[in-house]
């Protein structure tokens, strides 16, 4: 599990496109020193494991399907992601919970300036967009953001400089692609809404999911 708090961006340093897998090869001179092999770590928000540490570099497999889903089957060489440890007991909570687990990739539809900042609107699948409500949060390449507005499967985020120096997106322009994790509580309510509809609520149902106790 991740909290969409950027830690360090890395550089691809190497790819290997084989049959069914590509592996990466990435450069982060802040992380190596706590990365082992086994660990999770997420690449532009997708859950990765390093499968082997090299001085500056950690390798990690992202299979077909990883590759068809998220933005890493276009990365090239020299590019470079957002990076984030998975989370242990002793962090900081600092963003939200996200698992890794991209949704879909978001386009970049337009980049305004406002002061310091900018707003960024982003299009998403409408299958996708159900979950994304305004002022909840959104994990964008990685990145833990708050959603400010929302029209049909369009919403806009605000980047202040403080995350544009820090993260990839502060090099983002229109028509960029971007991996979207909506927010997981959003997930679960739909499950559980869809559970009620289907069957309707009654004491058997409070029951089984423990909104009631038996004596």
Known sequence: ?????????????????????????????????DIKEGDSISVDGVCLTATQIKENTFNADASLETLKVTTLGQKGISD????????TPQNRFGGHIVTGHVDCIGTIKS????????IISIEVPKDVARFIVV???VCIDGISLT?????????????????SERTTIGNKKVGSKVNIETDIIGKYVESLLTKIEKKGIDFDF???YGYIKGD
């Open 80 to 87: 470079r992601v957002n990076l984030e440890l998975a989370m």
């Open 206 to 208: 409070l029951y089984k």
């Open 135 to 137: 002022k909840g949060s």
């Open 1 to 33: 599990m991740f909290t969409g708090i950027i830690e360090d961006i890395g550089e691809i340093k190497d790819i290997k496109k084989q049959s069914g897998k590509w592996e990466f090869s990435i450069k982060t001179l802040k992380l190596i020193k």
């Open 147 to 163: 959603v400010n507005t929302k029209d049909d499967n369009i919403f806009t985020i605000n980047i202040i400089p403080y995350t």
């Open 111 to 118: 980049i305004t300036p406002s002061g310091d900042s900018k």
